[in-house]
């Protein structure tokens, strides 16, 4: 079956899948995007990607037009055509072609991309097993980063640092204080609680981080949201991470040094087993 990609309104082979250089996405990283799981065919927290999709729009006053049912129905056409039962959705939404000029052009259209590619959500539940390692880096991203944009250089150059470190991810640091990661949302666990970057300017309000608040409140656990230190995580008992495609992982080394005894712990576990069970319950998939 071959790749295909959605280019405003249209299912196109992948590999012909364009927008026009002066696409504002592409000068001004002026283009928001979301990343979806999907699950045995079924698109995992759909509504909340679409609210947070929505705010983002609104926050860079870009103006689209296409309401909730029909972009729906796009999305899954383009799932569908992909034939993939376990894949994650792109959605990229730029405030549309215009002649370069800083300020908003009068009238252009958004330009809307979707484009599909295949996950092996089984390596995930394998990982929660075995944990993963972090390093830190500065954040150096710009003072917005709750808006979900294309504008992910400090995010891309992050993880790169990590990739050569051989570990999974990055923890981004404004002086001592841990944000998130470059691509994921950053937890610890001391004496029984969870402890989370609160929401506001400094982190992305992540669909997984609202997941297991959620879970974590049903299942009675702890949580703390308020901005931790890298010497809290060095000295923390666990430690874990999550995001969309990650969903939550152990992480069992911060730039060297072992959290805890070094092995994912007894609530990262729980909280990695509620969220897995959650998926199940909305899609039906199972390891
Ligand atoms: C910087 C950053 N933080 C956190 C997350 C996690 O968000 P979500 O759980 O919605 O995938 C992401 C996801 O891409 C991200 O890029």
Redesign the pocket.
């Known amino acids: 079956m071959p790749q295909l990609a959605y280019v405003n309104g249209h299912i196109v082979h992948h590999a012909a899948a364009m927008l026009h250089v002066e696409d504002r996405g592409t000068q001004f990283a002026d283009a928001v995007y ?2 979806c799981a999907v699950l045995n065919g079924r698109i995992l ?1 759909w509504q ?2 679409l609210v ?1 999709l929505r705010r983002n729009l609104a926050e860079l006053g870009i103006v689209w037009s296409m309401a909730d049912g029909p972009f729906g129905l796009q999305a899954r056409r383009l799932i569908a055509a992909n034939g993939h039962a376990d894949c994650i959705i792109y959605i990229q939404i730029s405030r549309g072609t215009a002649r370069r000029d800083h300020a908003f052009p009068d009238a252009a259209p958004p330009n809307v991309v979707m484009t599909v590619r295949r996950f092996d959500f089984a390596q995930r539940v394998r990982q929660l097993d075995t944990g993963i390692k972090v390093v830190t880096q500065p954040d150096t ?1 710009w003072g917005r ?1 709750d808006i ?1 944009t294309t504008g ?1 250089l400090g ?1 891309v150059l992050a993880k790169q640092v990590a990739r050569e470190a051989g570990a999974f991810e990055a923890w ?1 640091l404004d002086g001592e204080t841990v944000r ?6 950053a937890w610890i666990v001391k004496g029984g609680r969870i402890i989370t970057h609160p929401t506001g300017t400094h ?9 297991i608040l959620r879970l974590a409140g049903e299942a009675q656990i702890l949580v703390e949201e308020r901005p931790f230190t890298l010497a809290e995580a060095l000295a923390a008992d666990e430690a874990f991470l ?5 969903l939550l992982l152990p992480v069992v080394a911060i730039d060297g040094e072992k959290v805890g005894d070094g092995r994912p712990g007894p609530i990262t576990r729980r909280l990695g087993e509620l969220l897995w069970a959650e998926v199940a319950r909305q899609t039906g998939w199972r390891a």
């Open positions: 979301e990343v927290d909340p990607h947070r991203r980063v979900k992910l995010n981004l998130e990661g470059s691509s994921t949302n982190i992305l309000p992540g669909i997984a981080r609202d997941s999550s995001s969309t495609t990650s």
